[in-house]
């Protein structure tokens, strides 16, 4: 009875943490790694920064297309605006002008 007590006594530990360990485990990594973990966490604040910087792009931008808008819109039309966008359409130029030629730039906010 000595050799039955001993076994149970360490028999049943053993296999208790064998099952408990590989669950507790399993939870720790998921809490960590899973789909709303601390890992997922970090990286959805790294997005959320990226995002909101390009937001403020996108916003500069829309405000200074909002500005050149208001200037060839209403009853007057500013002479700058106006002479700026014929030139660029018909690809004229006066006589006595100097013209530098860049190169096209990429993106809707070359003009």
């Given at each position: 009875m000595d050799i039955r007590n001993?076994?149970?006594?360490?028999?049943?530990?053993v296999s208790l943490y064998g099952v408990v360990g590989p669950v507790a485990g399993y939870f720790v990594w998921h809490g960590?790694?899973?789909?709303s973990g601390?890992?997922?966490?970090?990286e959805?604040?790294?997005r959320?920064?990226?995002?909101?910087?390009?937001?403020?792009?996108?916003?500069a931008e829309r405000s200074q297309w909002e500005?050149?808008?208001g200037l060839i819109r209403g009853d007057m039309v500013d002479?700058?605006?106006?002479?700026?966008?014929?030139?660029?359409?018909?690809?004229?130029v006066h006589r006595n002008e100097v013209v530098i030629?860049?190169?096209?730039?990429?993106g809707p906010a070359g003009r």
């Open positions: 001993f076994l149970r006594s360490l028999v049943l530990p960590v790694n899973g789909q601390l890992k997922a966490g970090v959805y604040e790294q959320i920064g990226e995002l909101r910087q390009e937001l403020d792009t996108l916003q500005r050149k808008i002479s700058d605006i106006l002479d700026e966008q014929a030139r660029a359409l018909l690809g004229r030629l860049l190169p096209p730039s990429s």
